[in-house]
Structures are given as structure tokens and as C-alpha cells.
């Protein structure tokens, strides 16, 4: 069964440093989006991105954040200079367009464990 | 507005007995709804979703869960529990708001299996 795939597991990085989280979503997916779980909090919305640009942000998607689809199979998640709330669970997922059937499903890769030191 | 209530942060069972986990949902369009469950280290599983057909879903694992638009509930149910059920399970609901999708989910609630 086509699954979706991030790398790596775990990152570690020291705070102000660039990182690049990196997902492969479902290969006829259309839609890609990033969520993050802060430790014990909720699961938060950060963007989706459709036809290479970005269709919807949250708050939390500020200018330090960006994403980009590099290539027909990569989706990346680019935090510019990373701070100490910035470690969380960073999860992709992606959905099948399907127009006007409704809300698609989305299937969620296994999450990158980001800690800022 | 759309919101997602899990009105229990924490439920705990015997194992081979009846599992309720309750979710109320508010949403200004027809929305979908989803139970997804993470095991620990683990990322979100789909377990099941409601998407405007029969208001009894099935899903893995023996769980279902019943779409009640009178009571804006979807809460989700297992006959008998299983130590492997011992997991986090979020509700969430999802709609198009302007020809964007939104998802939100829930806080989630830990679930335990006691031997």
C-alpha cells in the first residue's frame, strides 16, 4: 500500500540554524500539507500546498517558514533560523484531489521529531 | 467556525470490554470526519472516516463510529479491547471554506488497556 514517507526521523539542531524537513507524499497525490504536535499539545495546521503554491496557511506558517515541491516527488518544510518552540513533531501529509466528491482524505507520513537546542 | 471537542482526555478500560471514545464536532458546511490513532513514537494512523454515506463507518481493527448530525457526535466504538488499542486517538473534522480545505483536529484522547 502506497504510503507517505519523511526523513529524517529525528533531526537535532542548535537554535538559529536552517532546517529542511523532507517528505514524500503518495505519488498521485495532489495536495501536500504540514502539520506539527508540539509535545504534549494538539495537533496544529501549518499549510497546504496545491499546484505549486501555497492554497492555505495558519498563524504558526510565519515568515520563517517556507515549503517547496523541488522536484515530482519532494515536498520540503524550510524553517529559516529555528528557536527552542520550534521542537515539535513536524507531520506531512497528502490528499487526492477529487474537485467536487467532497473532502479527501489525507495520509500522514510517520513525522520528523525536531529538537532545537 | 469549525471546532473539534474530545470530551475525554483520558479513558481507561479493561481489556475485552466495550471502548467509547466521544467526539463532538461544529462545522458550517457538510463536513468529513475522521478518527486517525497514534501509537507512541508512532505517526497518525487512519482509522476510519465519515464522508456523507452511511452514517455507521467501519474502519481497521475492529472500531467503528456513528455520525449523528442531530447531535453533532461521531464518536467511535470497539466491542472489546485489545492491549494493542492502548494508543492516543484524535477526532478530526474537515471541510472546504472557500474552495480551500480545513482540518481540524482534536486534542485527543489517551486511551488505556488494563489487563
Known amino acids: 500500500e502506497p504510503e507517505v514517507t519523511q526523513t529524517p526521523s529525528h533531526q537535532v539542531t542548535q537554535m538559529g540554524q536552517e532546517v529542511i524537513l523532507r517528505c514524500v507524499p503518495i505519488s498521485n497525490h495532489l495536495y501536500f500539507y504540514w502539520y506539527r504536535q508540539i509535545l504534549g499539545q494538539k495537533v496544529e495546521f501549518l499549510v497546504s500546498f496545491y499546484n505549486n503554491e501555497i492554497s492555505e496557511k495558519s498563524e504558526i506558517f510565519d515568515d520563517q517558514f517556507s515549503v517547496e515541491r523541488p522536484d515530482g516527488s519532494n515536498f520540503t518544510l524550510k524553517i529559516r533560523s529555528t528557536k527552542l518552540e520550534d521542537s515539535a513533531m513536524y507531520f506531512c501529509a497528502s490528499s487526492l484531489a477529487t474537485g467536487l466528491a467532497g473532502t479527501d482524505t489525507q495520509y500522514f507520513g510517520p513525522g520528523t521529531r525536531l529538537t532545537v537546542l | 467556525a469549525q471546532s473539534v471537542t474530545q470530551l475525554d482526555s483520558h479513558v481507561s478500560v479493561s481489556e475485552g470490554t466495550p471502548v467509547l471514545l466521544r467526539c463532538n464536532y461544529s462545522s458550517s458546511y457538510s463536513p468529513s470526519l475522521f478518527w486517525y490513532v497514534q501509537h507512541p513514537n508512532k505517526g497518525l494512523q487512519l482509522l476510519l472516516k465519515y464522508t456523507s454515506a452511511a452514517t455507521l463507518v467501519k474502519g481497521i481493527n475492529g472500531f467503528e463510529a456513528e455520525f449523528k448530525k442531530s447531535e453533532t457526535s461521531f464518536h467511535l466504538t470497539k466491542p472489546s479491547a485489545h492491549m494493542s488499542d492502548a494508543a492516543e486517538y484524535f477526532c478530526?473534522?474537515?471541510?472546504?471554506?472557500?474552495?480551500?480545505?480545513?482540518?481540524?483536529f482534536g486534542i485527543g484522547t489517551k486511551l488505556q488497556v488494563i489487563p
Open positions: 478530526v473534522v474537515s471541510d472546504r471554506d472557500g474552495g480551500y480545505q480545513k482540518v481540524t
